[in-house]
Nanobody, 123 residues
Framework: EVQLQASGGGLVQAGGSLRLSCAAS????????IGWFRQVPGADREGVSC????????YYADSVQGRFSISTDKANNTVNLQMNGLKYEDTAVYYC????????????????WGQGTQVTVSS
């Protein structure tokens, strides 16, 4: 069973940057993509970004396009999310998840979840 752990969250001023990491351990062969999601209490979970483990293709939600960048560090079995130009509305708990099922929806099919890390952007 694959385990994913998100880290790197914290408190940052608006306009600042954070780098989140998702470390994978255990059996990862069935994971075809890693996604980053965020959730605010009372709101629906939002897919932020994802990256294909097959060809490295990357995708971003409109709300973070041009500000966030997802990448892999294969040597360390890690997926990173570089977040620049942070806004107050980026405040959320961020989760990384592994995708094992294919879907036409980029943010469907994730069934391996980490615990999440809090990102708070002050205004």
């Amino acid at each position: 069973e694959v385990q994913l752990q998100a880290s790197g969250g914290g408190l940052v001023q608006a306009g600042g940057s954070l780098r989140l990491s998702c470390a994978a351990s255990g059996f990862t062969d069935d994971v075809n993509a890693i996604g980053w999601f965020r959730q605010v209490p009372g709101a629906d979970r939002e897919g932020v970004s994802c990256i294909s483990m097959r060809d490295g293709s990357t995708y971003y939600a409109d709300s973070v396009q041009g500000r966030f960048s997802i990448s892999t560090d294969k040597a360390n079995n890690t997926v990173n999310l570089q977040m620049n130009g942070l806004k107050y509305e980026d405040t959320a708990v961020y989760y990384c998840a592994g995708r094992t099922f294919y879907s036409s929806d980029l943010y469907v099919g994730y069934d391996k979840w980490g615990q999440g890390t809090q990102v708070t952007v002050s205004s």
